[in-house]
C-alpha cells in the first residue's frame, strides 16, 4: 500500500523567498511520484512528475523536486516565489503499474505576500 | 472541447435523493477516472476505465456508488441514496493510456452538498 504525507497543510511565504513544500512517501515498489497545483477556480494540472529516471525533476513555471529514496521523500522548491504561484499544491505517488491511480496527500495551500 | 468537461458544477440535493455526474473526457485519451475530495483532504481515488477493459472499481467507498463509461467517451458516475458524507468535489481525469507518463488532465469538478 501506498501513502503520502505533505507536512503542513499551510505555507506563506514572501514574493522573491525560497518555496519548499515537504512530502513523503511509502512505497512497497518502485514509485512514480507526481505533484500537481491547484489554482483557484480551476483543475488540477501536473506540475512535474518522476518516473525513475533524473533524481531532480524540473517542472513548469520554476519549480523543481528531488527524489531522495533513502529519505523518502520528494519535496518541491523553488528559488523565488511570484504572487502568482499561490495555489494548493498536492504530491501523489501512483499505485503499482497503474500509474493513473494516484494516491495524494491532503495538499499544501501555498500564500505569497507582497 | 480541450479540456475535460464535467457537470453540473455544483448540484445540491437532498439526502436520500440519487445523483448523476457527467464527464466528457479529452477526445483520444482512453483512460478516464473519478476521483473524490472531500473538504480538507485529498483525493481519493474512485473508479478508473481503460478502453473496453473491465473497470478498476477497487475505490467505490459503497455499492451505492456506481459508474458507466460507454467506449471511450462520456462517464457517469451515479450515488444512490445519497448520504450527507458523499458531499465532496467529484473530480473526473482522462489520460492517454501510454505507460509512464502519469500526467492525468483534471475537469473543474462537480461539488456535490447533500442536505
Known amino acids: 500500500a501506498q501513502s503520502v504525507t505533505q507536512l503542513g497543510s499551510h505555507v506563506s511565504v514572501s514574493e522573491g523567498a525560497l518555496v519548499l513544500l515537504r512530502c513523503n512517501y511509502s512505497s512497497s515498489v518502485p514509485p512514480y511520484l507526481f505533484w500537481y497545483v491547484q489554482y483557484p477556480n480551476q483543475g488540477l494540472q501536473l506540475l512535474l512528475k518522476y518516473t525513475s529516471a533524473a533524481t531532480l525533476v524540473k517542472g513548469i513555471n520554476g519549480f523543481e523536486a528531488e527524489f531522495k529514496k533513502s529519505e523518502t521523500s520528494f519535496h518541491l522548491t523553488k528559488p523565488s516565489a511570484h504572487m502568482s504561484d499561490a495555489a494548493e499544491y498536492f504530491c501523489?505517488?501512483?499505485?503499482?503499474?497503474?500509474?493513473?491511480?494516484?494516491?495524494f496527500g491532503q495538499g499544501t495551500i501555498l500564500t505569497v505576500h507582497p | 472541447g480541450a479540456g475535460v468537461s464535467q457537470s453540473p458544477s455544483n448540484k445540491v440535493t437532498e439526502k436520500g435523493k440519487d445523483v448523476e455526474l457527467r464527464c466528457d473526457p479529452i477526445?483520444?485519451?482512453?483512460?478516464l477516472y473519478w476521483y473524490r475530495q472531500r473538504l480538507g483532504q485529498g483525493l481519493e481515488f474512485l473508479i478508473y476505465?481503460?478502453?473496453?477493459?473491465?473497470?478498476?472499481k477497487s475505490g467505490l467507498p459503497s455499492d451505492r456508488f456506481s459508474a458507466e463509461r460507454t467506449g471511450e467517451s462520456v462517464s457517469t458516475l451515479t450515488i444512490q441514496r445519497t448520504q450527507q458524507e458523499d458531499s465532496a468535489v467529484y473530480l473526473c481525469a482522462s489520460s492517454t493510456p501510454s505507460e509512464g507518463t502519469g500526467e492525468l488532465f483534471f475537469g473543474e469538478g462537480s461539488r456535490l452538498t447533500v442536505l
Open positions: 476505465f481503460q478502453g473496453n477493459s473491465a473497470p478498476d
Open positions: 501523489a505517488v501512483s499505485r503499482g503499474t497503474s500509474y493513473g491511480k494516484l494516491t
Open positions: 477526445s483520444g485519451h482512453t483512460a
